[in-house]
């Protein structure tokens, strides 16, 4: 791993500072004159906060890239199946990219709770990974998505993000036999707000969010996380009428997950956006 910041004084403005393409096509053009350099992750970085102590609005920068690498931050087509696995590759290197990325985060509570649970605020109701969620079919802010019925039930909330375009919280929620569920819940605009700053730990955990809101990626992940344990079997009966399922029978546990979790995001993006959930 190399590490290299360039310590410039440019983008106090709150701009990208120009360096950042530059020094991507450095590093592009010396790939292709030193083909026999050995490959190394390369992190450089531009943290100019001692350049200009009386603003806060500079624009700071984390420009990973894979020397060497061709899999680790190259690909800008590549698919959700795709990243995914490149990812996992190289869960270390992004390891590191992403404490950069927290680096510079402070709390704006000494306790690290949301603003609106402070005391006098009222506490607006919202899944916490980790916590139990109570589903009452009954609740007009509560819709079912996948798995449940009609009876209520208590569970554990096990992963969920915001859907802004929405202004809902998409969630899944285990139940004691095991069962995963997904929910909907409706957010209110001082949620969406107050989700925006916080949205790596808004859930009661931290995660990093990408920065568009709800992409096929993080939906995508979504879907992984809460089939994990999914029996192969139910998969293949999921499969069982798409136009390859016979090759899909022939790869490993992992990659149906995959392949079925891509296939249904592909088709949920437009649904999330069109139609579902209908809280109004």
């Known amino acids: 791993m190399v590490f290299i910041d360039l310590n410039a004084a440019d983008g106090a403005d709150g701009t990208e500072p120009p360096r950042h393409p530059r020094a991507r096509r450095h590093l592009l053009n010396k790939e292709r004159d030193r083909p026999n350099d050995p490959p190394a992750y390369v992190f450089i970085t531009n943290f100019c906060y001692h350049h200009h102590l009386a603003s806060d609005k500079m624009a700071t920068f984390i420009m990973p890239f894979g020397f060497h690498i061709p899999d680790f931050m190259k690909s ?43 005391p006098g605020m009222k506490v607006e109701r919202r899944p916490i990974i980790g916590k139990p969620y109570h589903y ?5 802010d509560v819709k079912a998505a996948v798995g449940v019925g009609l009876e209520p039930f208590t569970g554990i909330v096990t992963t969920a993000l915001a859907v802004p375009q929405e202004m809902a ?4 929620v285990q139940r004691e036999d095991g069962h995963n569920f ?8 001082r949620q969406m707000l107050e989700w925006e700053p916080f949205k790596d ?12 809101n709800a992409d096929p990626y993080e939906l995508f992940v979504f879907f992984v996380e809460n089939h994990r344990h999914t ?13 390859d399922a ?13 392949k079925w979790a891509e296939r249904v995001v592909n088709v949920q993006v437009n649904r999330v956006r069109a139609s579902q959930p209908n809280l109004a």
């Open 76 to 118: 800008e087509t590549s698919t959700l199946f795709e990243r995914y696995k490149e990812e996992e590759k190289h869960a270390d290197a992004l390891a590191v990219v992403q404490v950069m990325e927290k680096y510079t985060h402070t709390l704006t509570t000494f306790d690290g709770s949301l603003p609106s649970e402070l």
């Open 169 to 172: 919280f998409l969630f899944a």
């Open 136 to 140: 009452d079919p009954n609740d007009p």
């Open 231 to 243: 029996p192969r079997e139910k998969l293949l009966e999921w499969v069982a009428t798409w136009p």
């Open 246 to 258: 016979e090759e899909l029978r022939q790869i490993s546990d992992e990659d149906l997950l995959l």
């Open 201 to 212: 730990t808004y859930f009661g955990v931290v995660r990093k969010v990408g920065n568009s």
């Open 182 to 189: 997904t929910l909907w819940q409706k957010a209110s605009e």
